[in-house]
Protein backbone atom coordinates (compact mmCIF):
# COMPACT_ATOMS: atom_id res chain seq x y z
CA UNK A 1 0.00 0.00 0.00
CA UNK A 2 0.99 3.44 -0.42
CA UNK A 3 1.10 5.28 3.08
CA UNK A 4 0.80 8.76 4.17
CA UNK A 5 2.63 9.90 7.72
CA UNK A 6 1.06 12.70 9.53
CA UNK A 7 3.32 13.79 12.30
CA UNK A 8 4.64 16.94 13.58
CA UNK A 9 7.46 15.19 15.48
CA UNK A 10 10.35 14.34 12.94
CA UNK A 11 11.90 11.69 14.93
CA UNK A 12 7.99 10.18 15.70
CA UNK A 13 7.52 10.30 11.38
CA UNK A 14 11.20 8.96 10.94
CA UNK A 15 10.32 5.62 13.27
CA UNK A 16 6.97 5.26 11.02
CA UNK A 17 9.15 5.10 7.79
CA UNK A 18 11.67 3.02 9.46
CA UNK A 19 8.74 0.55 11.07
CA UNK A 20 6.90 0.52 7.21
CA UNK A 21 10.29 -0.53 5.53
CA UNK A 22 10.07 -3.59 6.92
CA UNK A 23 7.40 -4.96 5.23
CA UNK A 24 8.35 -4.45 1.40
CA UNK A 25 4.42 -4.50 0.07
CA UNK A 26 4.23 -1.11 1.55
CA UNK A 27 5.92 2.22 0.23
CA UNK A 28 5.52 5.74 2.35
CA UNK A 29 3.88 8.12 -0.65
CA UNK A 30 4.84 11.27 1.89
CA UNK A 31 5.01 12.55 4.98
CA UNK A 32 3.21 15.55 6.14
CA UNK A 33 3.87 17.68 9.58
CA UNK A 34 0.42 19.15 10.32
CA UNK A 35 -3.01 18.58 9.28
CA UNK A 36 -3.38 21.25 6.79
CA UNK A 37 -0.40 19.61 4.53
CA UNK A 38 -1.87 15.69 4.75
CA UNK A 39 -5.36 17.36 3.25
CA UNK A 40 -3.40 19.25 1.04
CA UNK A 41 -1.39 16.07 0.06
CA UNK A 42 -4.42 13.74 0.12
CA UNK A 43 -5.84 16.10 -2.53
CA UNK A 44 -2.95 15.61 -4.64
CA UNK A 45 -1.04 12.52 -4.17
CA UNK A 46 -4.02 10.24 -2.47
CA UNK A 47 -2.58 7.16 -0.62
CA UNK A 48 -4.06 3.97 0.47
CA UNK A 49 -3.89 4.79 3.61
CA UNK A 50 -2.99 8.05 6.15
CA UNK A 51 -1.61 7.14 9.68
CA UNK A 52 -2.52 10.48 11.33
CA UNK A 53 -1.11 11.91 14.54
CA UNK A 54 -3.86 13.05 17.00
CA UNK A 55 -2.00 16.07 18.60
CA UNK A 56 -0.65 18.59 16.24
CA UNK A 57 -0.18 22.24 16.37
CA UNK A 58 -2.66 24.23 14.14
CA UNK A 59 -4.96 21.62 12.14
CA UNK A 60 -5.45 18.49 14.68
CA UNK A 61 -5.85 15.28 13.34
CA UNK A 62 -9.15 15.06 14.05
CA UNK A 63 -10.45 18.06 11.71
CA UNK A 64 -7.82 16.86 9.48
CA UNK A 65 -9.90 13.63 9.42
CA UNK A 66 -13.03 15.26 8.50
CA UNK A 67 -12.02 17.61 6.03
CA UNK A 68 -10.16 14.04 3.99
CA UNK A 69 -12.78 12.26 4.45
CA UNK A 70 -15.14 15.21 2.64
CA UNK A 71 -12.82 16.30 -0.10
CA UNK A 72 -10.57 12.93 -0.73
CA UNK A 73 -11.63 9.92 0.96
CA UNK A 74 -9.20 7.24 2.03
CA UNK A 75 -8.57 4.83 4.73
CA UNK A 76 -6.99 6.57 7.98
CA UNK A 77 -5.97 5.32 11.29
CA UNK A 78 -5.10 7.24 14.16
CA UNK A 79 -1.45 6.64 15.36
CA UNK A 80 -1.03 9.07 18.65
CA UNK A 81 1.17 8.80 21.95
CA UNK A 82 -1.98 7.16 23.81
CA UNK A 83 -5.16 6.31 22.72
CA UNK A 84 -6.94 5.84 26.01
CA UNK A 85 -5.98 9.48 27.16
CA UNK A 86 -7.75 10.69 24.05
CA UNK A 87 -10.59 8.40 23.59
CA UNK A 88 -13.02 11.52 23.48
CA UNK A 89 -10.98 12.78 20.49
CA UNK A 90 -10.13 9.62 19.07
CA UNK A 91 -13.58 8.12 18.64
CA UNK A 92 -14.38 11.51 17.31
CA UNK A 93 -12.31 11.44 14.29
CA UNK A 94 -13.72 7.84 14.11
CA UNK A 95 -16.69 9.36 14.04
CA UNK A 96 -15.67 11.17 10.91
CA UNK A 97 -14.59 8.00 9.03
CA UNK A 98 -10.99 6.98 10.75
CA UNK A 99 -11.21 3.06 11.01
CA UNK A 100 -9.18 2.31 13.67
CA UNK A 101 -6.23 3.49 16.31
CA UNK A 102 -3.28 2.62 17.53
CA UNK A 103 -0.70 3.95 20.55
CA UNK A 104 2.24 5.43 18.50
CA UNK A 105 5.13 2.63 18.41
CA UNK A 106 8.04 3.35 20.90
CA UNK A 107 10.90 1.86 19.31
CA UNK A 108 13.56 0.96 21.22
CA UNK A 109 17.41 0.05 19.89
CA UNK A 110 17.49 -3.50 18.25
CA UNK A 111 14.07 -4.31 18.54
CA UNK A 112 12.14 -2.75 15.97
CA UNK A 113 10.83 -5.47 14.13
CA UNK A 114 8.81 -6.49 18.17
CA UNK A 115 7.58 -2.70 18.51
CA UNK A 116 6.24 -2.44 15.01
CA UNK A 117 4.55 -5.80 14.59
CA UNK A 118 1.21 -4.38 15.92
CA UNK A 119 1.02 -1.63 13.81
CA UNK A 120 1.93 -3.44 11.08
CA UNK A 121 -0.71 -5.65 11.80
CA UNK A 122 -3.34 -3.15 12.06
CA UNK A 123 -2.52 -1.91 8.81
CA UNK A 124 -2.64 -5.52 6.91
CA UNK A 125 -6.21 -5.90 8.43
CA UNK A 126 -6.92 -2.34 6.46
CA UNK A 127 -5.26 -3.44 3.64
CA UNK A 128 -7.74 -6.86 3.26
CA UNK A 129 -10.87 -4.43 3.66
CA UNK A 130 -9.18 -2.02 1.07
CA UNK A 131 -8.83 -5.06 -1.26
CA UNK A 132 -12.74 -6.18 -0.97
CA UNK A 133 -14.05 -5.68 -4.33
CA UNK A 134 -17.06 -2.88 -4.53
CA UNK A 135 -20.62 -2.75 -4.74
CA UNK A 136 -23.07 -0.41 -6.30
CA UNK A 137 -26.41 0.11 -5.13
CA UNK A 138 -29.12 -1.12 -7.14
CA UNK A 139 -32.85 0.17 -7.02
CA UNK A 140 -34.51 -0.58 -3.68
CA UNK A 141 -38.33 0.21 -2.68
CA UNK A 142 -38.90 0.80 0.84
CA UNK A 143 -41.55 -1.35 2.38
CA UNK A 144 -42.51 0.38 5.83
CA UNK A 145 -44.72 -2.40 7.57
CA UNK A 146 -44.20 -2.08 11.40
CA UNK A 147 -43.01 -4.72 14.04
CA UNK A 148 -43.43 -5.01 17.59
CA UNK A 149 -43.29 -7.76 20.51
CA UNK A 150 -42.05 -8.07 24.24
CA UNK A 151 -39.27 -9.60 23.06
CA UNK A 152 -38.23 -7.39 20.24
CA UNK A 153 -34.04 -7.28 19.75
CA UNK A 154 -32.62 -4.53 17.92
CA UNK A 155 -29.07 -5.46 16.39
CA UNK A 156 -26.60 -2.69 15.39
CA UNK A 157 -23.73 -2.97 12.99
CA UNK A 158 -21.07 -0.38 12.49
CA UNK A 159 -17.58 0.15 11.59
CA UNK A 160 -15.61 3.51 10.36
CA UNK A 161 -17.38 6.45 11.48
CA UNK A 162 -20.25 4.41 13.53
CA UNK A 163 -19.03 5.75 17.05
CA UNK A 164 -20.70 9.04 16.04
CA UNK A 165 -23.66 7.02 14.59
CA UNK A 166 -24.45 4.95 17.65
CA UNK A 167 -24.64 8.21 19.48
CA UNK A 168 -26.55 9.74 17.24
CA UNK A 169 -29.17 7.07 17.35
CA UNK A 170 -29.04 6.11 21.20
CA UNK A 171 -29.42 9.62 22.11
CA UNK A 172 -32.63 9.89 20.07
CA UNK A 173 -34.11 6.93 21.93
CA UNK A 174 -36.15 7.53 25.70
CA UNK A 175 -34.86 6.28 28.80
CA UNK A 176 -37.84 3.77 28.73
CA UNK A 177 -37.11 2.35 25.55
CA UNK A 178 -38.80 -0.93 25.45
CA UNK A 179 -36.49 -2.94 23.47
CA UNK A 180 -32.97 -5.05 24.38
CA UNK A 181 -30.31 -3.30 22.17
CA UNK A 182 -27.01 -5.50 21.04
CA UNK A 183 -24.07 -3.56 19.32
CA UNK A 184 -21.36 -4.75 17.31
CA UNK A 185 -18.70 -1.78 16.42
CA UNK A 186 -15.53 -2.99 14.83
CA UNK A 187 -12.70 -1.40 17.26
CA UNK A 188 -9.73 -2.29 18.77
CA UNK A 189 -10.75 -4.67 22.35
CA UNK A 190 -8.29 -2.47 24.15
CA UNK A 191 -10.29 0.48 23.52
CA UNK A 192 -14.16 -0.58 23.85
CA UNK A 193 -14.34 0.11 27.90
CA UNK A 194 -13.79 4.43 26.47
CA UNK A 195 -15.95 4.08 23.82
CA UNK A 196 -18.95 2.24 26.01
CA UNK A 197 -18.21 5.03 28.39
CA UNK A 198 -18.45 7.88 25.79
CA UNK A 199 -21.39 6.29 24.34
CA UNK A 200 -23.62 6.35 27.83
CA UNK A 201 -22.43 9.95 28.33
CA UNK A 202 -24.65 10.43 25.33
CA UNK A 203 -27.01 8.13 25.74
CA UNK A 204 -30.20 8.04 28.12
CA UNK A 205 -29.87 4.34 28.27
CA UNK A 206 -26.81 2.54 30.39
CA UNK A 207 -24.46 1.43 27.90
CA UNK A 208 -21.71 -1.36 29.03
CA UNK A 209 -19.83 -4.33 27.80
CA UNK A 210 -21.58 -7.53 26.81
CA UNK A 211 -20.50 -10.18 28.92
CA UNK A 212 -20.55 -14.05 28.44
CA UNK A 213 -23.32 -15.40 29.49
CA UNK A 214 -25.56 -11.90 29.34
CA UNK A 215 -29.65 -12.02 28.25
CA UNK A 216 -30.39 -9.06 26.39
CA UNK A 217 -33.08 -7.19 28.32
CA UNK A 218 -35.19 -3.93 27.11
CA UNK A 219 -34.06 -0.97 28.03
CA UNK A 220 -30.26 -1.28 27.55
CA UNK A 221 -27.75 -1.62 24.80
CA UNK A 222 -24.51 -4.08 25.02
CA UNK A 223 -21.89 -3.82 22.99
CA UNK A 224 -19.16 -6.56 21.88
CA UNK A 225 -16.00 -6.42 23.89
CA UNK A 226 -13.34 -8.81 22.37
CA UNK A 227 -11.29 -9.26 19.49
CA UNK A 228 -14.00 -12.96 19.57
CA UNK A 229 -17.12 -12.77 17.69
CA UNK A 230 -20.03 -11.71 19.83
CA UNK A 231 -23.07 -14.26 19.31
CA UNK A 232 -26.60 -15.69 20.52
CA UNK A 233 -26.79 -19.52 21.85
CA UNK A 234 -29.37 -21.67 21.65
CA UNK A 235 -30.22 -21.17 25.56
CA UNK A 236 -30.64 -17.05 24.75
CA UNK A 237 -27.91 -15.77 26.14
CA UNK A 238 -24.76 -13.97 24.66
CA UNK A 239 -21.08 -15.83 24.35
CA UNK A 240 -18.07 -15.04 22.32
CA UNK A 241 -16.31 -17.23 19.93
CA UNK A 242 -13.08 -17.51 18.16
CA UNK A 243 -15.06 -18.80 15.01
CA UNK A 244 -14.66 -17.94 12.54
CA UNK A 245 -10.76 -17.30 12.52
CA UNK A 246 -10.59 -16.44 9.16
CA UNK A 247 -12.73 -13.34 9.10
CA UNK A 248 -10.93 -10.13 8.46
CA UNK A 249 -13.71 -8.43 10.24
CA UNK A 250 -13.41 -8.82 14.71
CA UNK A 251 -16.40 -9.20 16.02
CA UNK A 252 -17.74 -9.94 13.23
CA UNK A 253 -21.60 -8.22 12.41
CA UNK A 254 -22.43 -11.22 10.01
CA UNK A 255 -21.93 -13.40 12.62
CA UNK A 256 -23.75 -11.91 15.10
CA UNK A 257 -26.52 -11.48 12.91
CA UNK A 258 -26.79 -15.00 11.51
CA UNK A 259 -27.16 -16.51 15.11
CA UNK A 260 -30.15 -13.80 15.38
CA UNK A 261 -31.92 -15.87 12.81
CA UNK A 262 -31.05 -18.73 14.58
CA UNK A 263 -31.36 -18.34 18.19
CA UNK A 264 -33.73 -15.41 19.08
CA UNK A 265 -37.48 -16.58 19.09
CA UNK A 266 -38.99 -13.05 19.00
CA UNK A 267 -38.95 -10.22 16.88
CA UNK A 268 -35.65 -8.64 15.68
CA UNK A 269 -34.84 -4.97 14.35
CA UNK A 270 -31.49 -5.27 12.12
CA UNK A 271 -29.65 -1.89 11.63
CA UNK A 272 -26.44 -1.51 9.46
CA UNK A 273 -24.77 1.92 9.62
CA UNK A 274 -21.59 3.40 7.95
CA UNK A 275 -18.36 1.80 7.52
CA UNK A 276 -16.10 0.48 5.08
CA UNK A 277 -16.29 -2.95 3.56
CA UNK A 278 -19.49 -5.63 3.29
CA UNK A 279 -19.28 -7.22 6.91
CA UNK A 280 -23.15 -7.18 8.10
CA UNK A 281 -24.43 -7.24 4.31
CA UNK A 282 -25.16 -11.00 4.25
CA UNK A 283 -26.34 -11.05 7.95
CA UNK A 284 -28.74 -8.42 7.34
CA UNK A 285 -30.14 -10.12 4.25
CA UNK A 286 -30.98 -13.11 6.22
CA UNK A 287 -32.87 -11.14 9.21
CA UNK A 288 -34.99 -10.04 6.49
CA UNK A 289 -35.75 -13.08 4.99
CA UNK A 290 -37.10 -14.50 8.32
CA UNK A 291 -39.61 -11.54 8.24
CA UNK A 292 -37.60 -9.15 10.35
CA UNK A 293 -37.53 -5.07 9.92
CA UNK A 294 -34.23 -3.96 8.41
CA UNK A 295 -32.50 -0.68 8.23
CA UNK A 296 -29.25 0.75 6.67
CA UNK A 297 -27.92 4.29 7.02
CA UNK A 298 -28.36 6.50 3.76
CA UNK A 299 -25.07 7.09 1.60
CA UNK A 300 -25.69 11.02 2.33
CA UNK A 301 -25.33 10.69 6.12
CA UNK A 302 -22.52 8.09 6.27
CA UNK A 303 -18.86 8.69 6.91
CA UNK A 304 -18.32 5.92 4.80
CA UNK A 305 -20.51 4.30 2.74
CA UNK A 306 -19.39 0.72 2.41
CA UNK A 307 -21.39 -2.11 4.69
CA UNK A 308 -24.76 -0.16 4.15
CA UNK A 309 -24.25 0.33 0.47
CA UNK A 310 -23.55 -3.52 0.01
CA UNK A 311 -26.78 -4.45 1.63
CA UNK A 312 -28.74 -2.13 -0.07
CA UNK A 313 -27.15 -3.50 -3.43
CA UNK A 314 -28.53 -7.27 -1.95
CA UNK A 315 -31.95 -6.14 -1.02
CA UNK A 316 -31.49 -6.52 2.49
CA UNK A 317 -32.74 -3.40 4.05
CA UNK A 318 -36.37 -2.76 4.30
CA UNK A 319 -35.57 0.81 4.47
CA UNK A 320 -32.79 2.99 4.03
CA UNK A 321 -32.85 5.99 6.29
CA UNK A 322 -30.70 9.18 7.23
CA UNK A 323 -28.92 9.06 10.13
CA UNK A 324 -31.35 11.47 12.77
CA UNK A 325 -34.24 9.11 11.39
CA UNK A 326 -32.81 5.50 12.43
CA UNK A 327 -33.63 6.42 16.22
CA UNK A 328 -36.95 7.96 15.59
CA UNK A 329 -37.71 4.56 13.26
CA UNK A 330 -36.91 2.38 16.02
CA UNK A 331 -39.36 4.01 18.14
CA UNK A 332 -42.19 4.06 15.77
CA UNK A 333 -41.83 0.23 14.48
CA UNK A 334 -41.53 -0.95 17.95
CA UNK A 335 -45.16 1.32 18.70
CA UNK A 336 -47.41 0.17 16.13
CA UNK A 337 -48.85 -3.72 15.75
CA UNK A 338 -48.45 -4.70 12.07
CA UNK A 339 -45.59 -7.61 11.02
CA UNK A 340 -43.43 -5.87 9.02
CA UNK A 341 -43.20 -7.59 5.43
CA UNK A 342 -39.49 -9.06 4.01
CA UNK A 343 -40.43 -8.15 0.61
CA UNK A 344 -37.47 -9.36 -1.92
Known amino acids: MKIGIVNDLPMAAEGLRRALALAPEHQVAWIAKDGHEAVELCAT ?43 SRVFEAMGYGALDAIDTPQFRSGDMLTCATPLLAKIAAIGRLIGEAGTSLSGLTSNRASSTSAQT ?18 HALPRDFPAA ?8 ERFVGGMVEWLGQQSPLPVRIAKEG ?5 GAALVAGTGDHLVLTAANRLGYTPEPREYVYRPSVDVFFHSITRFWPGKAIGVLLT ?22 QDAASSAVYGMPKAAAAMRAAVDILPLKSIGPGLIAALATTANRGATA
Open 181 to 188: IIIVQHVD
Open 45 to 87: QTPDLVLMDLVMPGMDGVEATRRIMARTPCAIMIVTISVESNA
Open 275 to 296: GMGSDGALGLKALRAKGHYTIT
Open 153 to 170: LIAVGASAGGPAALSTVL
Open 214 to 218: DRPLP
